[in-house]
């Protein structure tokens, strides 16, 4: 009896343990995945990973798994509806079946519709899909390639915690932030074709010709009347006035002051002596192209000289660049981090399940 109460202690807090891991793993590798698509969309190679605090992902979490409850909503109503028609049978496998290929065709429509939207909650725009039916050959490529993840690290997990193949556990957590990693690389690169897909061009307005001015006028009855003023005639025979001559000052015929012989007491200089010599700059040769070269006294100002260059677009958008991103050397920190998070969540599964098997 007590050692089943201990077994169950031990359940139990492994499982709450599994759970508030969980939401911290959960909510870093959302804040990556979001971080990794947004700079490639906005045509980086390398992802700029910022320093945030904790309270600066949950928003972003939050956001990515409030958006993949909505997709997978209509799968928690489908078991509803079949347990109400008295269907018994065991619906796990069908069910998270039907839950993955929703996600796998739903969540880049309704992640890029959201994220090029007005507000978050626009999960579905007409806009976006007219964008995504002009670049077939991309989605076909995402989707292919996203299966083909999808189905690899579904069939390692099913290994791993269904087949009990406890040993691969590290594997599974490593394939788990590669295929985060990827798939959040192969979405910024459908983010960047869209920005390069060029908006249909609507036809003209015909210019409308400006009507013409239409003048208003207010009559009122109280206003005193204007009166007319008369013009004045000018007189004929009438000659300009004369300018006269006027006698005017001259100068005297002395002869000027001479400067003080003496000088002042002071010791300042007498009036219309030099105070001092003028100095001439020395001659410096000049540079070539007559121009002085710019010497920069700070650090930030030579970065500010130098002209910005944008990003240079990826020669091939879904190759080159993607299946390699999780092992550059940027990004090794946060492929580190996640696979540490994946792996202690996978020895707390792999705990629960032993502790939860019933003994031989």
């Given at each position: 009896?007590?050692?089943?109460?201990?077994?169950?202690?031990?359940?139990?807090?492994?499982?709450?343990?599994?759970?508030?891991?969980?939401?911290?793993?959960?909510?870093?590798?959302?804040?990556?995945?979001?971080?990794?698509?947004?700079?490639?969309?906005?045509?980086?190679?390398?992802?700029?990973?910022?320093?945030?605090?904790?309270?600066?992902?949950?928003?972003?979490?939050?956001?990515l798994?409030?958006?993949?409850a909505?997709?997978?909503?209509?799968?928690?109503?489908l078991?509803?509806?079949l347990?109400?028609?008295?269907?018994?049978?065991?619906?796990?496998?069908?069910?998270?079946?039907?839950?993955?290929?929703?996600?796998?065709?739903?969540?880049?429509?309704?992640?890029?519709?959201?994220?090029?939207?007005?507000?978050?909650?626009?999960?579905?725009?007409?806009k976006?899909?007219?964008?995504?039916?002009?670049?077939?050959?991309?989605m076909?490529?995402?989707?292919?390639?996203?299966?083909?993840?999808?189905?690899?690290?579904?069939?390692?997990?099913?290994?791993?915690?269904?087949?009990?193949?406890?040993?691969l556990?590290?594997?599974?957590?490593?394939?788990?932030?590669?295929?985060?990693?990827?798939?959040?690389r192969?979405?910024?690169?459908?983010?960047?074709?869209?920005?390069?897909?060029?908006?249909?061009?609507r036809k003209?307005?015909?210019?409308?010709?400006?009507?013409?001015?239409?003048?208003?006028e207010?009559?009122?009855?109280?206003?005193?009347?204007?009166?007319k003023?008369?013009?004045?005639?000018?007189?004929?025979g009438?000659?300009?006035?004369?300018?006269?001559?006027?006698?005017?000052?001259?100068?005297?015929?002395?002869?000027?002051?001479?400067p003080?012989?003496e000088?002042?007491?002071?010791?300042?200089?007498?009036?219309?002596?030099?105070?001092?010599?003028?100095?001439?700059?020395?001659d410096?040769?000049?540079?070539?192209?007559?121009?002085?070269?710019?010497?920069?006294?700070?650090?930030?100002?030579?970065?500010?000289?130098?002209?910005?260059?944008?990003?240079?677009?990826?020669?091939?958008?879904?190759?080159?660049?993607?299946?390699?991103?999780?092992?550059y050397?940027?990004?090794?920190?946060?492929?580190?981090?996640?696979?540490?998070?994946?792996?202690?969540?996978?020895?707390?599964?792999?705990?629960?399940?032993?502790?939860?098997?019933?003994?031989?």
């Open positions: 009896m007590a050692g089943a109460f201990a077994t169950s202690l031990i359940f139990f807090a492994l499982l709450i343990a599994e759970i508030m891991l969980g939401l911290f793993v959960i909510t870093y590798a959302c804040h990556n995945f979001l971080t990794v698509m947004q700079d490639t969309a906005a045509g980086n190679d390398d992802v700029n990973w910022p320093d945030e605090p904790l309270q600066d992902w949950l928003p972003r979490g939050a956001y798994i409030g958006l993949i909505v997709i997978l909503a209509p799968v928690g109503f078991r509803v509806v347990k109400s028609r008295g269907v018994t049978d065991d619906l796990t496998l069908p069910l998270l079946a039907t839950g993955v290929v929703l996600f796998w065709l739903a969540f880049p429509v309704c992640l890029l519709s959201s994220l090029s939207g007005s507000s978050r909650l626009f999960i579905l725009r007409s976006v899909l007219v964008q995504l039916l002009r670049i077939p050959g991309a076909l490529i995402l989707y292919l390639v996203s299966a083909v993840l999808f189905a690899a690290f579904l069939g390692l997990a099913y290994l791993t915690f269904l087949n009990a193949s406890f040993l556990v590290p594997v599974t957590a490593v394939a788990a932030t590669v295929v985060l990693m990827t798939y959040a192969l979405l910024g690169r459908i983010a960047w074709l869209l920005n390069e897909v060029q908006l249909v061009r003209p307005r015909e210019k409308m010709e400006p009507m013409p001015a239409v003048r208003s207010v009559l009122d009855p109280w206003a005193a009347p204007e009166k003023r008369k013009r004045k005639k000018r007189k004929a009438k000659s300009p006035p004369i300018n006269l001559q006027v006698e005017g000052y001259a100068f005297a015929d002395e002869p000027l002051a001479s003080p012989s000088v002042p007491l002071d010791g300042s200089p007498a009036i219309g002596e030099e105070p001092f010599a003028v100095q001439h700059p020395p410096v040769p000049p540079t070539e192209g007559n121009e002085q070269p710019r010497r920069f006294t700070d650090s930030s100002e030579f970065q500010l000289a130098i002209p910005s260059k944008l990003p240079q677009p990826p020669e091939h958008p879904l190759f080159s660049g993607v299946y390699s991103f999780p092992w050397a940027s990004s090794r920190r946060a492929l580190a981090f996640l696979s540490i998070g994946f792996l202690l969540m996978g020895l707390l599964a792999v705990a629960l399940i032993l502790i939860g098997l019933p003994d031989s």
